[in-house]
């Protein structure tokens, strides 16, 4: 029987089998090919330190609760790229054969709609998607995250000859370089402690490269941008990375975070800078329900679609982002790589 992928308890992985449904009607099978892990929301369930293992977060008062709102097991998992096996005899659109991406879990095989109804959250309604001709699994992965670093480059409102920092060079931050470019910003600065990452960034168009760890990045930002740059974009999920982009930016300048923040806001001083310079941070969630900014023009289902269109246009390069794959028997190796070892990889997917 196949198996898939739960996460037991906090640093526990394990697997367990399921039984294959027979495909009717427009349902549609998949044999998994590579699925990638996510280095912060599935991260944050491995660590424990996930908001909704302690508390349920109501969507009709839209405010978390008490109460869990999931119990392990865990099922992790939603950058995954399969081959269509098998077809339901009303399925008019995908073949067998066919390379699709699915915003589903680590499992071998998925069986799903081929035509689902698009919703704003990730979850079992969301349709698959063909992938465009030339993109090959290893940027196909990258469709969810890529994504949503298009939703906050949008929420940025960027224009040409602004200047932008953005902190955190995981595949994000590296994918929101290039689409700033791409946005009409003439100067970009990539700010991570790690080095490797940063000379990643560089080779990815950042004009300048900040280590947190030598320098006072502010201090050097406002040296090359006079008061400060226009927009900062936070996607590394440190307190501490947030209190340094809200430092960047000039008087009454934005900063948009999208990333998973855990815990207690340790290292954030919201009575310096964000105070005293009228700061306006903006939380760049293009899921759980919530509007894009420019809706009902865009939305979820119309950022997917371009994110695909710029990989197979090869304006967003993602290949290099992928620093491992290893074999799904393995995974539990994988999740140990990414929690203990950060510094060795940017991001890592399972292979089938």
């Not at 394990?14 to 495909?23: M, N, Q, S, V």
């Not at 990638?36 to 008062?61: Q, V, W």
């Not at 923040?261 to 310079?277: A, I």
């Amino acid at each position: 029987m196949p198996k898939e992928l739960i996460l037991l308890d906090v640093q526990r992985v394990g697997f367990r089998e399921y039984e294959e449904p027979a495909i009717v009607g427009n349902m549609v099978r998949t044999k998994s090919i590579l699925s990638g892990i996510s280095h912060g929301t599935e991260m944050a369930y491995y660590r424990g330190t996930s908001p909704f293992l302690c508390k349920n977060f109501n969507p009709d008062k839209r405010v978390f609760l008490k109460g869990a709102q999931v119990s392990f097991p865990v099922t992790l998992g939603y950058e995954n790229v399969g081959l269509v096996v098998e077809t339901g005899p009303d399925v008019a659109k995908l073949k067998k054969g066919d390379l699709v991406w699915l915003p589903r879990s680590h499992r071998e095989t998925h069986v799903t709609p081929e035509d689902a109804t698009p919703q704003e959250t990730l979850g079992p309604t969301d349709p698959i998607l063909l992938l465009p001709s030339g993109v090959k699994p290893e940027q196909g992965i990258f469709t969810a995250l890529a994504t949503v670093a298009l939703t906050a480059i949008h929420d940025a409102s960027i224009k040409i000859g602004d200047s932008i920092s953005i902190f955190g060079m995981g595949a994000i931050g590296l994918i929101a370089i290039q689409l700033a470019k791409l946005d009409g910003a003439t100067k970009v600065f990539a700010v991570d402690p790690l080095e490797k990452r940063l000379q990643m960034a560089e080779s990815l168009g950042a004009d300048t490269t900040l280590n947190p760890l030598r320098c006072d990045v502010s201090s050097e930002i406002r040296t090359s941008c006079e008061k400060g740059t226009d927009v900062a974009i936070e996607c590394s999920g440190s307190y501490s990375a947030l209190h340094e982009a809200i430092r960047s930016v000039h008087h009454s300048g934005n900063v948009i975070t999208l990333s998973f923040y855990q815990g207690e806001g340790v290292g954030l001083r919201l009575g310096e800078e964000w105070h005293h310079n009228r700061i306006t941070m903006h939380s760049s969630m293009g899921g759980w329900g919530c509007p894009y900014k420019n809706y009902p023009l865009w939305n979820r289902k119309r950022a997917i679609h371009t994110v695909l269109e710029l990989l197979q246009q090869k304006k967003l390069v993602v290949e290099p982002l992928l620093s491992k794959k290893i074999p799904f028997q393995h995974a539990a190796e994988a999740y140990e790589l990414i929690d203990k070892y950060p510094e060795k990889v940017i991001k890592v997917a399972l292979e089938y």
